[in-house]
C-alpha cells in the first residue's frame, strides 16, 4: 500500500491495520505487519477489546494482558481503537 501511495504522489498518510479481538493471532500479526522495511511495515495497530463488561478494573478485564502484549511492539504505535462489552460468544449457526 505504501508502495502504491508513493507512486502515485499520494501524501504519505500513515498506513495501518484494524485487528479484531482475536487473541491467538494479535500478538503475532501485529509483529508481523511492522516488522522489515519501514517502506513496507504498517505504521499502526489498532486493536478492538471486548473485554470490558460492567463493574471491572484494569487486571480483571485483561486490558493489563493486551497492554503487556503491546510493550515489545515493533511499530510506530499500537493503540486501543474499539472497546465494547461482549458477554456471550456469537451465536454457530
Given at each position: 500500500m505504501k508502495?502504491?501511495?508513493d507512486a502515485?504522489?499520494?501524501r504519505k498518510i500513515p498506513i495501518g491495520y484494524s485487528h479484531a479481538d482475536v487473541a491467538?493471532?494479535?500478538p503475532v500479526?501485529?509483529?508481523y505487519l511492522a516488522c522489515?522495511?519501514?517502506a513496507q511495515a504498517i505504521d499502526f495497530?489498532?486493536?478492538n477489546a471486548y473485554e470490558w463488561c460492567g463493574e471491572s478494573s484494569f487486571a480483571n478485564?485483561?486490558?493489563a494482558y493486551l497492554l503487556n502484549q503491546t510493550l515489545d511492539y515493533p511499530g510506530e504505535s499500537a493503540f486501543l481503537q474499539c472497546f465494547i462489552c461482549q458477554r456471550t460468544n456469537f451465536p454457530v449457526y
Open positions: 508502495a502504491y501511495r502515485a504522489g499520494y491467538g493471532l494479535r500479526l501485529q509483529n522489515g522495511d519501514p495497530f489498532g486493536l478485564s485483561g486490558y
